[in-house]
């Protein structure tokens, strides 16, 4: 009588190993994708909530005595009249967010996880900031020169950058120019 014995052959631990590792090739980077599968959705809405506050400002007025729709007049913040110092961006008086109607009044605007749209709504993004900034540029030197206005004359050209920062830690700028032509 023959006692057959029982296992596995040589070739048959190197079959499942090969495999194994076929299969684990395969599914590491799959999960690898799932771990990371909210941030297109985390970076989609810092693009938007910056995309959204930049159409915002670039849709109002360069200044108070601007027209809408612009144009060349004598206003009060152009180089063809009397200047306003950059330290006067921001709100006029005792404007809010509703009621900004031109570009520099954004200057300084800092939301932290809570944040308004142009009609007063409310709503949380937690983890997200955004800040702007309004500041003169003389944008007739190369390259554009961003330094305060004194040091560069008073233009009829204001850079306006929007800094979203999400809660991965991702920087986001959106950069526009508005210019009083």
Not at 88 to 117: I, K, W
């Amino acid at each position: 009588m023959s006692i057959k014995k029982q296992g596995f052959t040589l070739i048959e631990i190197v079959i499942t190993i090969v495999i194994l590792g076929a299969v684990a090739g395969i599914l590491v980077p799959f999960f690898d994708a799932i771990t990371h599968s909210p941030d297109p959705v985390i970076r989609e809405r810092a693009i938007s909530l910056g995309q959204a506050m930049m159409d915002e400002i670039m849709a109002k007025r360069w200044d108070e005595n601007t027209p809408m729709g612009g144009g060349p007049l004598n206003t009060a913040e152009s180089t063809r009249g009397t200047v306003a110092p950059a330290v006067a961006f921001g709100p006029d008086g005792t404007e809010t967010r509703s009621d900004f109607d031109d570009v520099d009044d954004y200057n300084g605007l800092n939301e932290v996880d809570n944040f308004t749209d142009q009609d007063g709504t409310a709503f949380s993004l937690a983890g997200y900031t955004r800040q702007v900034t309004v500041r003169y540029i003389a944008s007739n030197t190369d390259p554009i020169d961003q330094t305060t206005p004194a040091a560069v004359g008073i233009t009829d050209t204001k850079l306006v950058v929007v800094r979203i920062t999400s809660p991965l830690g991702e920087t986001f700028n959106f950069i526009g120019v508005a210019c009083n032509i």
